[in-house]
């Protein structure tokens, strides 16, 4: 059998490694152009490209594959199958109809939950208790395809998005080698998605990380988490942006001023933390700008007014 494989971010990385693993033959990567990355903005290629280059697999990296030329091109390389994760374009149904065995995505939710472009973040803020990973037959909505297989994971309170991203990452790439050579033989059946329980992510705004300390101790330590790496959450103290790194939810701060800097035990598992409007949230590891990223202790050591401002200042 005859692959494509589409991805661009590190998310899709270990299915392309997986694919390469198997008996069947990867003809061609599609990924996101280059992206200038940096202070310097430098030129940088995905994750994606990268692997696919080390293994010497041909790259090709269209803006847009709406275009006739583009398709043709796709077509030329008679796939059997297209694989897709975390791709980041929107494919049309003149493409998902070229490969005879149509196009799987890896897709990092227990769909129909979590739809879009941001299910691992929304996973986090959601609260949920657990998530997964989707192996469905793309269509041209968004996510609404069939389900080919799913399996599950707990979400740990000490997950970002980063490190949920990663553990999915290869739970999709495992459940991918598991899944496709059943599809290619004709021995799995879809299912429909249930659409009463479908949910929806958008696209995260960078602003979305500014923290409003009005909301529940609960709810920005889930946002500390479904923020990082990415856009991070941030409060401002003294003109400065100060980063929130890790985050832990505490009970008291009844009285207390949304925003007001208390000091705390360590056996409450910070040394200081934020009234908010319900709850307090202690603070373990912080990022004052034009400084180190640092531990509570540390930070507290350098800035001594701290205790007792009120934020953001």
């Keep these: 059998m005859r692959i494509v494989f589409m991805g661009t971010p590190e998310f899709g990385v270990p299915a392309l490694e ?7 033959q990867v003809v061609a990567v599609y990924t996101q152009p280059d992206r200038p990355v940096g202070r310097g903005r430098i030129s940088t290629p995905s994750a994606v490209k990268r692997a696919a280059l080390a293994h010497g697999l041909p790259v090709f990296q269209p803006p847009s594959l709406k275009a006739t030329a583009e398709v043709e091109r796709l077509a030329e390389l008679k796939p059997d199958v297209i694989v897709v994760a975390a791709f980041g374009q929107l494919l049309s149904q003149q493409v998902l109809d070229i490969p005879p065995f149509g196009c799987l995505n890896v897709h990092p939710s227990l769909l129909p939950r979590h739809r879009g472009a941001s299910p691992i973040p929304a996973a986090i803020l959601g609260g949920d208790e657990e998530t997964g990973v989707t192996i469905m037959l793309m269509d041209v909505g968004l996510d609404t395809g069939p389900i080919l297989a799913q399996k599950a994971i707990p979400i740990e309170p000490e997950d970002t998005a980063e490190s949920l991203s990663a553990k999915l990452a290869q739970l999709g790439a495992e459940l991918l080698g598991q899944t496709l050579p059943r599809w290619l033989d004709n021995r799995l059946t879809s299912k429909p998605q249930d659409e009463e329980n479908a949910t929806y992510s958008g696209s995260i705004a960078k602003g979305e990380g500014e923290i409003d300390w009005h909301l ?10 479904a923020f990082y790496p990415w856009p991070g959450c941030y409060t401002r103290w003294r003109g400065k942006q100060l980063k929130l790194l890790q985050a832990i939810p505490l009970s008291g701060g009844q009285g207390l001023e949304p925003g007001r800097v208390i000091s705390l035990l360590p056996e409450q598992g910070a040394v200081f933390g934020v009234a908010t409007g319900s709850g307090i949230l202690g603070l373990r590891r912080v990022h004052l700008e034009g400084k180190r990223a640092m531990t509570a202790e540390e930070f507290l050591r350098g800035q001594r007014g701290f205790i007792g401002e009120l934020l953001p200042d």
């Design 216 to 225: 529940s101790a609960i709810e920005l330590w889930r946002r500390v988490r």
């Design 18 to 24: 997986q694919l390469t693993k198997g008996e069947h």
